[in-house]
């Protein structure tokens, strides 16, 4: 079984500033890994995804993750907030398979101040 | 495309009814998920449906839940009876292969009062 931990509950940032979403998972397999953003009322949307190659992958709105297997690590990272980049951020993973579970972390509320 | 249908949006009930969540994948996925994300909390998976079989339900309480997905398309979860401790968005989300991700509706926001 996997898991997930979201080592920052809240992150209050100052528009402009760079920001680092931090995840850890836990796992016997190889994962697949992804970022999802929900914004208040709304669903969950796809950030950025890890299924395979590169360890560096960029996704939508400017942010970026990096797949660390020795860390077992899936950081998320922006070099500029903007305001709107306000809302709940959530960390999953997924094993292999058509019927492997997917897993999510609590969450991190990032705030983007002016 | 057309994304992940849910209905309804919002529903009020009190303890002890009953309720039922709809909701409607994209045409040609076939795995379907059923989320609860109670507030200031992760989602957490209630069942998982590959195509119109069972994979994991081992999260369900399945003496007050039940979920059904109807020739592998359409789903549906029902509450019977409702708890104080059920307040929370249901979230579905659907899976077209193993390489992919998962795409989630709106969400149903339940509250029992």
């Known amino acids: 079984a996997q898991s997930v931990t979201q080592l920052d509950s809240q992150v209050p940032v100052f528009e402009e500033a760079p920001v680092e979403l931090r995840c850890n998972y836990s796992s016997s397999v190889s994962v697949y890994l992804f970022w999802y953003v929900q914004y208040p009322n709304q669903g969950l949307q796809l950030l950025l995804k890890?299924?395979?190659?590169?360890?560096l992958v960029k996704g939508i709105n400017g942010f970026e993750a990096e797949f660390n297997k020795s860390q077992t690590s899936f950081h998320l990272r922006k070099p500029s907030v903007h305001i709107s980049d306000t809302a709940e951020y959530f960390c999953?993973?997924?094993?292999?398979?058509?019927?492997?579970?997917?897993?999510f972390g609590e969450g991190t509320q990032l705030t983007v101040n002016p | 495309e057309a994304g992940v249908a849910q209905s309804p949006r919002y529903k009020i009930i009190e303890k002890r009814q009953s309720v039922a969540f709809w909701c409607n994948p994209i045409s040609g996925h076939a795995t379907l998920y059923w989320y609860q994300q109670i507030l200031g909390q992760g989602p957490k998976l209630l069942i998982q449906f590959q195509n119109n079989g069972v994979v994991d339900d081992s999260q369900l309480p399945k003496d007050r839940f039940s979920a059904e997905r109807l020739k592998g398309v359409d789903s549906t979860l029902k509450i019977q009876p409702a708890k104080l401790e059920d307040s929370a968005v249901y979230l579905c989300?659907?899976?077209?292969?193993?390489?992919?991700?998962?795409?989630f509706g709106q969400g149903t926001r339940l509250t029992v009062v």
């Open positions: 890890y299924l395979s190659g590169s360890t």
């Open positions: 989300a659907s899976r077209p292969s193993e390489n992919t991700e998962a795409f």
């Open positions: 999953a993973v997924r094993g292999p398979g058509s019927g492997s579970r997917l897993t």
